[in-house]
C-alpha cells in the first residue's frame, strides 16, 4: 500500500519526559507506516529550549504562524527544582503562554468519550467543549491592601490629561482591600470570533455567559461584543448551518450545563473558564482524555493533549519499570493536527487517515484494552490492562487492518 501523501509540513513541536517518549512511538506506530510524513520539526524539550535561549519556542510560534497547523507535545514549566534538575540558564516561561502570546489565540478542551468511561453526570452523552478567554480579569489585575480611613478611587486619564474618577469605596469604617482589572475590546472581539469560528468549523452551538446583571458596565460589554460580532458577521452563516448563538446569565448557565446533554460549546470568561475547565475535566473522568487546541483568529492551530508530560511515570520508565501511560489525548493531538493539514489543503485522503486512526483508538478501549488510569474506572465488564507501548501496537494493528479501506496515492 501506498502512503498517504501530504501537501504543507505540519509544524511538530516536541516536548519532555513520559510524553517526548510516547510521541516518537506515535509516530513510528501509528502514523510513518501510513502517512509520507512531512513535519518541520522543533524540540521543545527542556534542554534544547535552554541551549536556544528559549528562541526554538519563539521559532516554533513563527512557523505556526506561517503554515497554519501545529502539534504539540507537552513541556515541562521549570520551577525551581527543575532549574536544579536541568542545570538551566534561566527559569524560562512556560511554552505554552509563550505560543499563546504570540498567537493571540483561544484554547478549547474537548473530552474524548469511549463506552465503559462513564461520567460523574450520566446525563452527558456528548462532549462539551471549554473555550477559555485567556486574557485580562484578575489574571493581570492590580491589588492593593488599604488601610482604615482611606479613600479608594478608580482614576482614568484621557490622552488630553483630563482625568474621570469614580469612588470604590471609603474605608473609613474599617481596613480593606482593593482589585483592579481589566479587558480590551480587542481581545473580546477576538475571543468572540474565534468561539464562533470554532462553532462554524465543529457544527457546534455556542454558549457564553457573563453577570451582566450585576456588573452592568464590564460584563454587560463581554455580552454586547459578542452580540454585536454575532450578528454581523456569524448569524447568516450559523443559520446556514443549522447551529445557534446562545446567551444566558452565568448563574443560568451552570444550571443549564448540569442538565444538559453535552455536545456544544462554551465560551467563558477567563476565570469561569479556569474554574469550569476543571470541573468539566474531572467530571468527564480523565485528564488523560482531554484534548485542547489553540486556534488563533486568523486560523491558525495548535493541537495538544490538555495533561502534563506525566513526571511520576516517566521516572519509572527510565528505571526500566513497566509504565502504563495513556496515550490517547497525544494520539489525538495529531489526528486533530493531519485532519486540520487535510482539510486546509484538500486532502481527504489524509483527513479520513485522522478518523480510523481515532477510531482505532477508541474500538481498542472500548473492546476492552485500555492503559492502567482507564482500567481503574471502566465499568466494561471484560477489560485488560497493557502498557505504554503494547496499547499502541494494538491501536497500530487495528489500524492497519482498516486503513487498508483508505488506500494510497
Ligand atoms: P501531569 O503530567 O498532567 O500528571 C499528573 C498526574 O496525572 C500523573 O502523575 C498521572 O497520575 C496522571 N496523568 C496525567 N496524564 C496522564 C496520562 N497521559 N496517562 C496516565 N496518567 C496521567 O502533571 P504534573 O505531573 O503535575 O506535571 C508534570 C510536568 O508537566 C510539569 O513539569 C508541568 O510543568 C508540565 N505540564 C505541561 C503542560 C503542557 O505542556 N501543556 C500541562 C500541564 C503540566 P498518577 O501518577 O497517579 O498515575
Ligand atoms: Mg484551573
Known sequence: MAKIRMKTPLVEMDGDEMTRVIWQM??????????????????????????????????????????????????????????????????????????RAMLDGTVFRAPIMVKG?????????????????????????????????????????????????????????????????????????????????????THQDVWFATKDTISKTYDHHFKDIFADIYEKEYKEKFEAAGITYFYTLIDDAVARVVRSEGGYIWACKNYDGDVMSDMVATAYGSLAMMTSVLVSPDGVFEYEAAHGTVQRHYYKYLKGEPTSTNSVATIFAWSGALRKRGELDQLPKLMRFADQLEKATIETIEEGVMTGDLYASSQLEHKVKVGTEEFLKIVANRLAANVGIIGGE
Not at 521559532?59 to 513541556?75: E, F, I, N
Not at 486574557?135 to 482614568?156: H, R
Not at 480590551?184 to 468561539?195: E, G, L, N, P, V
Request: with cysteine.
Open 26 to 99: 506515535i509516530k513510528d506506530r501509528l502514523i510513518t507506516p501510513f502517512v509520507d510524513l512531512k513535519t518541520e520539526y522543533y524540540d521543545l524539550g527542556l534542554a534544547h529550549r535552554d541551549e536556544t535561549g528559549d528562541q526554538v519556542t519563539v521559532d516554533s510560534a513563527l512557523a505556526t504562524k506561517k503554515y497554519g497547523v501545529a502539534v504539540k507535545c507537552a513541556t515541562i514549566t521549570p520551577n525551581a527544582a527543575r532549574m536544579e534538575e536541568y542545570h538551566l540558564h534561566e527559569m524560562w516561561k512556560s511554552p505554552n503562554a509563550t505560543i
Open 117 to 201: 468511561l462513564v461520567p460523574y453526570i450520566p446525563t452527558w452523552k456528548k462532549p462539551i467543549t471549554i473555550a477559555r478567554h485567556a486574557y485580562g480579569d484578575i489574571y493581570k489585575s492590580v491589588e492593593m491592601n488599604v488601610p482604615q480611613g482611606s479613600k479608594a478611587e478608580l482614576v482614568v486619564t484621557d490622552p488630553e490629561g483630563q482625568e474621570s474618577r469614580s469612588l470604590i469605596f471609603d474605608f473609613a469604617p474599617s481596613a480593606g482591600i482593593i482589585q483592579g482589572i481589566h479587558n480590551t475590546d480587542k481581545s473580546i472581539t477576538s475571543f468572540a470570533r474565534a468561539c464562533f469560528n470554532y462553532g462554524l468549523s
